[in-house]
């Protein structure tokens, strides 16, 4: 079942070491949204971002 563009997504920690965000951007209302790839998977998924944890070396 493909997800509805309204539903909710949360990523845990462990998928979220295997996605590689492809591309960010804000739509005209100040909703942030990115593309990701999983690892995996082939197709490319986007998302409307609600909090980003920036990784950094230390993690």
Same mark, same amino acid.
């Given at each position: 079942m493909m =997800? #509805?563009? %309204? *539903? #909710? /997504? *949360?990523i845990g920690m462990d998928l979220a070491v295997r996605c590689r965000v492809t591309n %960010?951007? +804000?739509?005209? @209302?100040?909703? +942030?949204? =990115?593309t @990701?790839? /999983?690892e995996g998977y082939d197709i490319? /998924? %986007?998302l409307k971002a609600i909090? &980003? &944890?920036p990784f950094n070396d230390n993690d």
């Open positions: =997800a #509805k563009r %309204t *539903e #909710k /997504i *949360e %960010t951007w +804000q739509d005209d @209302v100040g909703d +942030q949204w =990115a @990701v790839l /999983i490319p /998924i %986007t909090h &980003f &944890f």
